[in-house]
C-alpha cells in the first residue's frame, strides 16, 4: 500500500531534510514542531534547501512552490492523526521519544499505520514497548543532508511484523529513491558503528597534538578521497549527537573505541556544538 500521508515529529535538520524528500516525492507532509518559533526555522530550514536545489538545477522554480505547499505544520501531535507513516526526528532524548511514541500510539487512527525512529542511538525496541503496536515499529535512519545523501537504513526489531518492515522499505525505496540496507537493532547499526569510532579516533589525534585540525580533514579528504575530513565532518554531525551517538556505543559494548575523547566531552559542555552553534574544530559565520 503506497504511502500518501506522512508525519515528521521533529524539524530540525534530519525532520526538515525527510519532510523535504517525503514532499518532493509527492506525498502530503505535516510536520510537528514544539512552538512557533521552531515551526518558523524548520519551514525557512526547507526554503532555504530547496531553493538551493533551484539554483544548482535540481528542481524547477514550480516544482519547489509545488512541493512547499505540500508540507503543512503544526504544534499539536494529534493533528498528525491521519498520518499513514510517522518518522520520529527530534534530539536523542529518550524519555521524550518514548513520550512521543506513547502519544502517536494514542492518536493515530490508521491501525497499519507505521510508526519509525530516525534515531541513530537509541534502540528502537524500547520505542516500540512504549506503544500498544510494537510489530508496526521501526526504525528508518537517514543521513545528512537528507535530500543529497542516498541511503536509508533499516532496522527491523524482533517485535517488528515483516509487513512493516516490507512497507517502510517500500516506502525509502520506491518512493524516495533511497537505497534501503537493513540492520538488527544494535547500537551503531551499521554506518554509526564504523562511522563514529572513525570520527572519535579523529578527535583524539588532534586531542593529543599530533597533528591540525586542518592536516587531518586534508590527510581523509585527499588521502582517502572522503568528501570532508573527520574533523569537518563531526561538526557538520553536530559535536553533541557524535557524543551521545558515542556515549550509546560505549554503553552497549562497553569498549574503550566508543568512549567519546574529554575535549569532546568539553566542547559539548561549552557549547561548542559544530557547525549549527556557529563553533566547534572550525568557526562557521
Ligand atoms: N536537493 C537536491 N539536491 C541538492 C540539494 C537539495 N536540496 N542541495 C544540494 N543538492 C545537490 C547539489 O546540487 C550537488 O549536486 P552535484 O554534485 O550534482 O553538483 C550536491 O547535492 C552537493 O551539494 P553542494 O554543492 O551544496 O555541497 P558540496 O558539494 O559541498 O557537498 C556534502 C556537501 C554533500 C555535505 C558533502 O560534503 C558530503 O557528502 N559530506 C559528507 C556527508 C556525510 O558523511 N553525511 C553523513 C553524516 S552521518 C549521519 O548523518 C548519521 C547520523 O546518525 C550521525
Known sequence: MTIHRIGIVGGGLMGSGIAEVSAKAGLDVTIREIDDATVVAARSKIEKSTGRAVDKGKLEPEAREELLERITYTTALADLADRQLVVEAITENEPLKLEIFKTLDDVIEDENAILASNTSSIPITRLAKATGRPESVVGLHFFNPVPVMGLVELISTVLSSPETEARAEKFACDQLGKTVIHAKDRAGFIVNMLLVP??????????????????????????????????????????????????????????????????????VEAGLLGRKSGRGFYEYQ
Open 198 to 267: 572513525y570520527l572519535l579516533e579523529a578527535i583524539r589525534l588532534y586531542e593529543n597534538g599530533v597533528a591540525t585540525a586542518d592536516d587531518i580533514d586534508t590527510g581523509m579528504r585527499l588521502g582517502a578521497n572522503h568528501p570532508m575530513g573527520p574533523l569537518t565532518l563531526a561538526d557538520f554531525v553536530g559535536l553533541d549527537t557524535t557524543k551521545a551517538v558515542a556515549d550509546v556505543l560505549y554503553d552497549e559494548f562497553k569498549q574503550s573505541q566508543y568512549a567519546p575523547p574529554p575535549l569532546l566531552v568539553r566542547m
